[in-house]
């Protein structure tokens, strides 16, 4: 060797050309000790299966839910909706929320919950009518159920949708 530097530089290079190599670079399949990647490859495939299917099922109960606004023309929306929620709050994909400014109550359900609580908000209001008196400017002001005949009436509904439950 004429050229004092050559050795270090070799040196280094060979130092370099060592340290550089990552795993796969030098031959091996995988490095041991972690999955290859067709393993891994396979486990993020079957994840990917379960969430797409979770997707799809979500997006049918989305699709099979609909959302309706049923008009109060006597019943206090806030009431009628509390009554639903006591009702129905155990059924999974309802949801009621009071509307006082529409005068009416959005309900979020499928197709034959939401016929029953549109029955059961069809009847709250026939009962609000009952208790408006002469004097009683529903058009104004809803009316409010007395607590004993509103409890009545939700007793009534729960046992109907029990009922309707055990034909199922």
């Known amino acids: 060797m004429d050229n004092p530097t050559a050795f270090p530089a070799i040196l280094v ?19 041991p000790g972690k999955a290859a990647p067709e393993e891994r490859v396979r ?3 079957r994840q990917v299966s379960s969430l797409q299917a979770e997707v799809r099922r979500l997006r049918q109960e989305l699709d099979a839910a609909s959302v309706r606004v049923a008009v109060l023309k006597n019943a206090d929306p806030a009431q009628a909706a509390d009554l639903v929620r006591g009702v129905y709050g ?6 009621v929320e009071a509307l ?7 309900v979020r359900a499928d197709a034959n919950a ?40 939700g007793l009534r509904a729960a046992k109907a949708r029990s009922k309707s439950r055990d034909k199922k």
């Open 114 to 153: 939401a016929r029953e609580i549109g029955e059961l908000l069809g009847s709250l209001d026939r009962l609000a009518a009952g208790y408006g008196g002469p004097f009683a400017f529903p058009a104004f002001a809803p009316v409010r159920i007395p607590e004993e005949a509103l409890l009545a009436a």
């Open 13 to 31: 290079f060979g130092v370099l050309l060592v340290a550089g190599t990552s795993s796969g670079q030098d031959g091996t399949r995988h490095p």
């Open 90 to 95: 155990d059924e999974p994909g309802v949801a």
């Open 43 to 45: 486990e993020l495939e």
């Open 100 to 106: 006082p400014r529409l005068r009416g109550v959005a």
